[in-house]
């Protein structure tokens, strides 16, 4: 089956590649490094080297403690390999020359075999739902071990793999160890044909995620520069769906609260355009952070459109709004709003960051709606009683303390697996 799947991943090359283009047109990152994606890594990606997969930002974010103490502890020099621009810039923004970065390649098996013959890893460590059958077949072949770290298996992605049974069992064959972000996490992997004796449920490592003392500082300047007097929703992470809803639900708390200023963080840079258009429609006075640092006391909507100020924003904000959850994404880390003690909001499908979600929901730092009606009357209700928002931003830390020590359980088990590697330096005499 899997020569089956290979022939129709060549087949669809020429497909992701004019996808790769048109999303050029908007992003010309996307057009760069082509020759990575046909497994030719850079040229500072070392033998011998821990790989790191992190396919986007959310995954980048949530594997930066880990990579940090892999390179506290492990002699190996690090490469971390992103699918996305974002995720690329992303990996360069917290680590800089300290890793090599790179793209993954396609998952070809001429690909796969130039990049492991080139750096012939010494560890393969694949975050969250990243299932490669070429990649991890290749790596077997090649004794690289497959940790796969905060494994997760959505509800969608469980029929797709179901789907393609005998290709996802045989790629899982190849993983030494999978780390299940929850039980029902670890029940999908051995559903889709992992060994129940290679799955162990960890915990999933976003909990482990913190703030840097200037982040935090930088959240206490933006709303002194918003106007502390003044009510402020941050929505994080939005698709188009998200911003339909937002805006109507938006509309409804000026009508009681005309001072409330919303900042709207569309997930990809190539919608900026699209979403502050869509909010000069629904007539809201709008302004950009790329034009202008502070918006100006009739502003409505400031879109931030530049990239890596989320986080502050969050710091600055009353109340959260988590993208991706009105539309068939599955949503977005509620956890970057609990992080600043900030109550969140997301729509009816958070099914992507279920056990994440549900911590919060049930720990009352964060609530579900299922339309805009509700998203209405949840920002109206909170935005007028800071004893609750106190309430769920405590709730939040409370969750996120409850929950951490996923990075300590990933480094141990990296620490046994490449101790039986053989001809690994570190491995005990």
Known sequence: MRLVYSLVFYLATPLILLHFTWRGTQDRRWLQHWRQRFGRPPADAQQGCIMVHAASVGEVNAAAGLIESLLERHDAPVFVTTFTPTGSQRSQDLFGNRVAHGYIPLDLPGACRRLLNRLSPRLMVVMETEIWPNLFHRAAEYGTPVLMVNAQISSRSLVSYRRFARVTAAALASVSRVLAASEEDARRFVDCGADAARVTVAGNIKF???????????????????????????????HEADEAALFEAFTKVLESSPDTLLVLAPRHPERFDAAAAAAGRCGFSVSRHSLSAVPGPSCQCFLL????????????????FIGGSFSDIGGHNPLEAALVSVPALTGP???????????????????QVQDAAEL????????????????????????????RGVTKRALAHVSEILDRVPGNPEAAP
Do not use: C
């Not at 990239?307 to 710091?315: D, S």
């Not at 007028?384 to 303390?401: F, K, N, P, V």
């Open 208 to 238: 482990d995620l913190s703030l840097s003392p200037d982040v935090v500082e930088r959240g206490h300047e933006l709303r002194a520069a918003w106007g502390a007097g003044r009510e402020v929703i941050v929505a994080g992470s939005t």
């Open 305 to 320: 459109d530049t990239m890596g100020t989320l986080q502050a924003a969050y710091g600055a904000a009353d109340v959260a």
């Open 349 to 367: 499908d958070m099914s992507g960051q279920a056990d994440i979600h549900h911590a919060l929901v049930a720990g009352g730092a964060a609530r």
């Open 376 to 403: 209405a009357s949840a920002m109206a209700e909170l935005l007028g009683d800071e004893s609750l928002r106190r309430q769920m931003g405590a709730a939040g830390a409370a969750a996120i303390a409850q929950n």
